[in-house]
T-cell receptor, first 111, second 114 residues
Framework: GENVEQHPSTLSVQEGDSAVIKCTYS??????FPWYKQELGKGPQLIID?????GEKKDQRIAVTLNKTAKHFSLHITETQPEDSAVYFC??????????FGKGTTLSVSS | DAEITQSPRHKITETGRQVTLACHQT?????MFWYRQDLGHGLRLIHY???????NKGEVSDGYSVSRSNTEDLPLTLESAASSQTSVYFC?????????????FGPGTRLTVL
């Protein structure tokens, strides 16, 4: 079955710096890759997603890139702010059934 | 406003007891999911449903069951609670079949099994 590996598990940056979180997946049939953000004490919330027919997608300060050949995708956050501090999860969708999530990355942005 | 709620928010129980966690959504979504979140494991899928009377096993379904008798609710039952089931449980829902749509998560239930 699908396996989604996420790195790093923790990431600390200074406010204004960029942050990059990387995920790899195993199932070549996966064709949808969302990213969720979880703030302390809350459920995860979708922040951006990408489908396999697109190589990059941007939404203001966040962007996701996808390399289907290498089976990896990344989340890029530019000009980080303290409110970006959270746990971020990537996910893959094998065969259009149900999402398989990575183990999460705890991002800390210090001012 | 439409929402997804979970109850209770916190639960302490004893090993061997049956426990049911409630999940209720008012979006009229067909899809509903249950996940558990543990440190070092991220979010793992327990069970999911694509509509009334439909249920499917996820990655970690052993010891758990669900039933879907209406669109709004997907209760999760731990048949005989074990300490290994101490976790934070999240319910989620999404609009259409398959996983391509945004999942809306509830606030979570923290379950402790003593």
């Amino acid at each position: 079955g699908e396996n989604v590996e996420q790195h790093p598990s923790t990431l600390s940056v200074q406010e204004g710096d960029s942050a990059v979180i990387k995920c790899t997946y195993s199932d070549s049939a996966s064709n949808y890759f969302p990213w969720y953000k979880q703030e302390l004490g809350k459920g995860p919330q979708l922040i951006i997603d990408i489908r396999s027919n697109v190589g990059e997608k941007k939404d203001q300060r966040i962007a996701v890139t996808l390399n289907k050949t290498a089976k990896h995708f990344s989340l890029h956050i530019t000009e980080t702010q303290p409110e970006d501090s959270a746990v971020y999860f990537c996910a893959g969708l094998p065969g259009g059934t149900a999402l398989i999530f990575g183990k999460g990355t705890t991002l800390s942005v210090s001012s | 406003d439409a929402e997804i709620t979970q109850s209770p928010r916190h639960k302490i129980t004893e090993t061997g007891r049956q426990v049911t966690l409630a999940c209720h959504q008012t979006w009229n979504h067909n899809n509903m999911f249950w996940y558990r979140q543990d440190l070092g494991h991220g979010l793992r899928l327990i069970h999911y449903s694509y509509g009334v009377q439909d249920t499917n096993k996820g990655e970690v379904s052993d010891g758990y069951s669900v039933s879907r008798s209406n669109t709004e609710d997907l209760p999760l039952t731990l048949e005989s609670a074990a300490s290994s089931q101490t976790s934070v449980y999240f319910c989620a829902s999404s609009e259409t079949s398959g996983g391509y749509n945004e999942q809306f998560f509830g606030p979570g239930t923290r379950l402790t099994v003593l």
